[in-house]
């Protein structure tokens, strides 16, 4: 972000992360401060980079059901790139991270039923260099702002028409 956010900043990027299709009159009424205001905020927020763009946010296709698991991975040490290289190969994987703590990857699993997720754990546990395999089943997602795939188009490209 080009610049600080105070508090007010910080709840209507909140509100416009849950709708961003609302008015603006609802976001002041929300936020108790004019419209004129709010519309000031938001286009500050586009100026300044805080605010990339917005997107659209489509609900999973009910018939397209799968189950989804995390798998935090601990590497041996200077083996992470040979590891992510062979992960990279797992079609199961939809996401792999290189995080800070207990574990040097933390990984998404995506596969067509529960029973699926057992065999591409082993799998996993099987690639040279990985140490020790913790995994966690995903229950439900609450809220998911990373859908967005891509750059984002600019509030600005939408206002002259163009399509990002």
Known sequence: ?????????RRLLALLQMNARESVAALA???GIARTTVQERISRMERDGTILGYSVQMRR???NLFAEAVAMITVTNRKTKSVTDQLRQLPEIVQCQIVSGDFELFCRLRVAHLEDVHPV????????GVERVRSIMVLRTAFDYSQSHGEPTSAAALDRGELG
């Open 61 to 63: 296709d009910p018939f």
């Open 29 to 31: 009424r929300k936020l």
């Open 1 to 9: 972000m080009a610049r600080d956010i105070n508090a007010t900043d």
């Open 121 to 128: 754990l082993e799998e996993i546990e099987e690639i040279p």
